[in-house]
Antibody
């Protein structure tokens, strides 16, 4: 069974940075699109970013464009989300997903809190 | 951007009932429409894609229908484990967009 484990979340002050990681097992991320989706407290799901199988095509929600960057390490089978210039509106649980169109498996999520 | 609207936002139902959830897109999505289930404090679970194709392991009481801009998730013979929040998502064009969610509550 596919497994996705997110890490790297935590509390950070406004303007700070975090890098989330999503370690994948039982499948190779190099053969799949991958995505990040977030959920603010008490709110619905919001797509954040996706990376295509070739690793070249990257897509971002307008709300994070220019601040967040998705990347991957094929040797470690891990997807990353570098988050810079964080604001309170970025406070959410961040989920990693296998696939993008569509997502077919999800990690358990990692919380990110942006607060002074 | 393609806007996705779900209705109702919540519904009360009993075990054994049939529930229908509607998802409307602001423009055609070429049937690239997925459904997800989420329970409190848990990760979403993928239920269905391309309107009606069930993900592996999803019970047959879940079904999807529709085309163009209007789609429906139907759950027949509602089971206790089905009480959750359901989201639709269009994946026809970036940015990918989700509906606001429909919570199925126990009557």
């Amino acid at each position: 069974e596919v497994q996705l484990v997110e890490s790297g979340g935590g509390s950070v002050q406004p303007g700070g940075s975090l890098r989330l990681a999503c370690a994948a097992s039982r499948f190779a991320i190099v053969n799949n699109d991958m995505s990040w989706v977030r959920q603010a407290p008490g709110k619905g799901l919001e797509w954040v970013s996706s990376m295509s199988t070739n690793g070249v095509n990257k897509y971002y929600a307008d709300s994070v464009k220019g601040r967040f960057s998705v990347s991957r390490d094929i040797s470690n089978n891990t997807l990353y989300l570098q988050m810079n210039s964080l604001t309170a509106e970025d406070t959410a649980v961040y989920f990693c997903g296998k696939g993008s169109r569509p997502i077919d498996s999800w990690g358990r999520g990692v919380p990110v809190t942006v607060s002074s | 951007d393609i806007q996705v609207t779900q209705s109702p936002s919540s519904v009360s139902a009993s075990v054994g009932d049939t529930v229908n959830i509607t998802c409307r897109a602001s423009q055609g999505v070429n049937n690239y429409l997925a459904w997800f289930q989420q329970k409190p404090g848990k990760a979403p679970k993928s239920l269905m894609y391309y309107v009606y194709i069930l993900q592996s392991g999803v019970p047959l009481r879940f079904s999807g229908s529709g085309s163009g801009t209007e789609f429906t998730l139907t759950i027949t013979n509602l089971q206790p484990e089905d009480f959750a929040t359901y989201y639709c998502q269009q994946y026809h064009r970036y940015p990918l967009t989700f509906g606001g969610g429909t919570q199925i509550e126990i009557k």
